[in-house]
């Protein structure tokens, strides 16, 4: 019983002693290569976009140059020119730091309300359980890409925020009715009746108690739809319902491809952009995948 | 004087089927219960596995629905949830069954131990980490695990923590729901008596859940004997113990382990006799559903549930 100590002061700093789900999800990835090396890919593919895209000045990049029309790639313009001769690789960058920033911001938008919407229905069951079901369950029947292009259409100026607000109300349902169905089994625990009877208040219970122990889940399913919301973000643009040309993203400049002589004869323009689509969303999914794996133990690699 | 007075209480759980989710039967976990509670004595409450100690526990203490019947405590009735003021909460608390789950594993000892202080009583960080101290230091454990996490303690030292949390505030009334039954015998006896001392030392009453006799004939003044959602004998522990009168309380009694292996022959014949007696006089005590009929007293601390003939 009586731990010495010098133990007992080390325990304290040194994090690797408590169950820590963070460190789990770290091993497992550690464990699986290929998550790693999608890992590192991320980290180094958004570092050098932010920073990149900092130099860049998205007004100069996005300026129609009508005597630099569809250039192949050479040593003014690294990945060549589009039908209105702006620069691809600038359009790249900036599309990706674009199209990264709805993806994370629709994922933390939808993330933060799915969660706080399932842990309360979970928790209180009964009634208000069937209550917000029941809206939840109005949200997801309702024509998802139909009602953003409405949306869209409608909203006169739309900005990065409004854009990743609008595409957030539609996608929280998921992860409500999955974080829901994890707290419905949580809140049956004992510790959660031991704060009942202790007097703690209810939103106490269920952000401060509740929460951290399903944290774990909620960080790797907010990594799965990150993968899932830049494709979303792409297929919108790509169908023109995304940003218009003067705010490049990844969608841009794939639609670009639309034009059949573009398609068949101007790689550079679309080929840069669609390489980038499918290696983020596999990477994401990659560390997605092993963050998943690590949140049940037999299915752990490390 | 009384500290907790239950009248008749009920809890049933509704059982729902068919297409319209339509309450068709109930279980009656808890089914017509009454008990008082005087203040400072431990009163324990023995029954098989489903025969409703814990929803009875549970129902006290405001985590299950009551049904039907009144709950008094320190004079208010506090059967509806809004009658329970906080003041009234602060004087009962819980021990949990299961000290693996009642204590949050992402939260450090000082967290989880300065809880109900934290809900109740604005003391500074200063203070706050003396009382707890203070706290861990009455249940046995040392001062310096308040940075440790529940998963680096022993189920024993993980129940005295859930103790030291409940007995934080102080309360009047300690609902103990098989605080001992997930440890080891060894460990047993250590967190009982301990919580023997505190009783002596707090002026602590408690609600003695068991299915254990042997702990409950250590640890308990009164006692009644719960079977499928009715109590079936009430008394004090030598009415139980000396003279039990229902058949199953009988069984019950006869089914202490004896330890002196000389008499283990004695044991059996005397087993095989409660048991043919059980099997004949079944009827008798127990009616057509076989429930236990209402209690009857045979004498001023002893009742018993006995047909209405007697």
């Known amino acids: ?302 | 004087m009384a500290i907790l007075e239950v009248t008749n209480l009920k809890v049933y759980f509704p059982i729902k089927a068919g297409i319209f989710n339509r309450t068709v039967d109930y279980v009656r976990a808890v089914d017509g219960v009454s008990f008082v509670l005087e203040e400072g004595k431990t009163y324990g409450l023995v029954g098989e596995s489903g025969s409703g100690k814990t929803t009875t526990g549970r129902a006290i203490i405001g985590l299950e629905k009551v049904t039907e019947g009144k709950i008094v405590f320190q004079g208010k009735d506090i059967t509806k949830k809004r009658a329970r003021t906080r003041e009234l909460n602060r004087n009962m608390q819980m021990i949990f069954q299961d000290p693996y789950s009642s204590l949050n594993p992402k939260k450090r000892v000082l967290d989880i131990v300065a809880e109900p202080l934290r809900n109740y009583e604005h003391l500074s960080k200063k203070q706050e980490k003396m009382r707890v101290q203070e706290l861990l230091e009455l249940v046995g454990l040392s001062p310096e695990s308040i940075l440790k996490y529940p998963h680096e303690f022993s189920g024993g030292q993980r129940q005295r923590i859930g103790i030291a949390r409940a007995i934080a505030l102080k309360p009047k009334l300690i609902i103990a729901d098989e605080p001992v039954s997930a440890l080891d015998v060894s460990v047993q006896a250590q967190v009982l008596n301990f919580m023997k001392d505190i009783q002596k030392e707090l002026g602590l009453t408690y609600l003695f859940i068991s299915h254990d006799l042997g702990i409950v004939k250590h640890m308990c003044d009164e006692i009644a004997i719960m079977y499928k959602g009715r109590h079936v004998e009430q008394g004090t522990k030598e009415d139980i113990f000396e003279r039990p009168q229902h058949i199953y309380t009988k069984r019950l009694v006869a089914a202490i382990p004896e330890i002196n292996p000389r008499h283990r022959e004695k044991q059996f014949q005397f087993r095989k006799e409660v048991e043919k007696e059980y099997d004949a006089a079944y009827d008798d005590y127990f009616n057509k559903d076989g429930l236990a009929y209402q209690l009857q007293k045979i004498s001023d601390t002893h009742l018993v549930a006995l047909p209405e003939k007697g």
Do not use: C
């Not at chain 1, 408590?18 to 460190?23: D, T």
């Not at chain 1, 009877?197 to 960080?219: A, D, V, W, Y």
């Not at chain 1, 919301?229 to 969608?251: K, Q, R, V």
């Open chain 1, 1 to 302: 019983m009586e731990m010495n100590n010098i133990n007992v002061v080390d325990q304290v700093h040194d994090p690797t002693k408590s169950p820590s789900g963070l460190r789990i999800l770290w091993k497992e990835i550690v464990r699986d290569k290929l998550a790693l090396v999608s890992l590192i890919f991320l980290i180094v593919i958004s570092l050098s976009v932010f920073t990149i895209s900092l130099v860049l000045d998205q007004d100069e990049i996005v300026k129609v140059d009508l005597f630099a029309i569809n250039e192949p790639p050479s040593e003014e313009f690294i990945l060549g020119t589009d039908y209105g001769g702006r620069d691809v690789f600038g359009q790249l960058i900036i599309g990706t730091r674009n199209t990264m920033l709805i993806g994370i911001a629709v994922t933390l938008m939808s993330g933060i309300f799915g969660v706080a919407f399932g842990l309360i229905a979970g928790y209180f069951g009964g009634h208000i359980d069937n209550a917000l079901m029941r809206v939840l369950d109005f949200f997801q029947i309702l024509p998802f890409t139909m009602l953003v292009i409405v949306f869209v259409a409608i909203v006169p100026k739309y900005t990065i925020f409004s854009f990743a607000l609008i595409f957030a109300a539609f996608s929280w349902m998921g992860i409500a009715r999955l974080i829901r169905s994890k707290a419905l089994q949580e809140k049956e625990l004992e510790y959660i009746k031991a704060s009942q009877t202790l007097g703690t208040s209810h939103p106490k219970i269920i952000f401060r108690e509740m929460m951290p122990n399903i944290s774990s889940l909620i960080i790797v399913t907010m990594t799965l739809n990150l993968a899932n919301n830049i494709g979303i973000e792409s297929g919108l643009s790509f169908l023109g319902f995304g940003f218009p040309e003067t705010t490049p993203s990844l969608g841009t400049l794939l639609s670009y491809a639309m034009n059949p002589q573009t398609l068949e004869h101007r790689w550079w323009i679309w080929a840069p952009a669609a390489v980038m689509i499918l290696v983020l969303m596999l990477a994401v999914r990659n560390v997605g995948e092993a963050l998943r794996r690590a949140t049940d133990a037999r299915q752990r690699r490390g």
